[in-house]
């Protein structure tokens, strides 16, 4: 997904704050959920950044807990991923 997808969050407002660009934009894995794979590193007008995640395709204001929790998601992913290779190969 190219920078198309950043119009998603340019320019709308959260918690009054109005979004003036997009620094980084990184993919969120979720278990078993379709949607809502993207999130944006964004400065607002007033120079304050900001992460914005999606909800069922709704930008929202998130927080750092909730971004750093994705780490261990993504740990124990491979975590799992690694013991099922095991598995498979009868370790």
Known sequence: MGKNM??????????????ASVLFRFDIWHCAWELD??????????????IVFTDH???YLGTM???TSKIAEYEMVIAETKKAIDVFEGK
């Open 6 to 19: 950043d119009a998603v969050v340019l320019g709308i407002t959260l918690d009054g704050k109005k979004i």
């Open 37 to 50: 794979n993207l999130g944006w590193v964004v400065e607002f007008e007033d120079g304050t950044r900001g």
């Open 57 to 59: 395709c709704r930008p």
């Open 65 to 67: 807990e909730e971004l």
